[in-house]
Nanobody, 118 residues
Framework: QVQLVESGGDSVQAGGSLKLSCAIS????????MAWYRQAPGKERELVSS?????TSNYASSVKGRFTISRDEATLYLQMNSVKPDDTAVYYC??????????????WGQGTQVTVSS
């Protein structure tokens, strides 16, 4: 049974930094891609960053140059620098890219709240 548990969400002032973590329990092969999504109030869930099975990292244009995704054996991370009020959202960790399904990833965490004040 795979479980993803996010942590590190907090309230922070604009310009500050946060590091989100996603603890992985159960077996997820390194070949599984992983990603961070976020959902702001009244908006659809959007992809923030993904790390493909070959180690390639991808970023939404709104966070490129400010956020960094990384992974070790048991945890997925999202380093968030120079945060802006528009980064306020619930952040979700996701694992194992899938296609032709309702959701783009097979496994999802419960989310962690990030609030950025101006």
């Amino acid at each position: 049974q795979v479980q993803l548990v996010e942590s590190g969400g907090d309230s922070v002032q604009a310009g500050g930094s946060l590091k989100l973590s996603c603890a992985i329990s159960g077996y997820i092969p390194r070949s599984c891609g992983m990603a961070w999504y976020r959902q702001a109030p009244g908006k659809e869930r959007e992809l923030v960053s993904s790390r493909d099975s070959d180690g390639t990292s991808n970023y939404a244009s709104s966070v490129k140059g400010r956020f960094t995704i990384s992974r070790d054996e048991a945890t997925l991370y999202l380093q968030m620098n120079s945060v802006k009020p528009d980064d306020t959202a619930v952040y979700y960790c996701a694992a194992c890219r899938q296609y032709l399904k309702d959701l783009p990833y097979e496994y999802w965490g419960q989310g962690t709240q990030v609030t950025v004040s101006s």
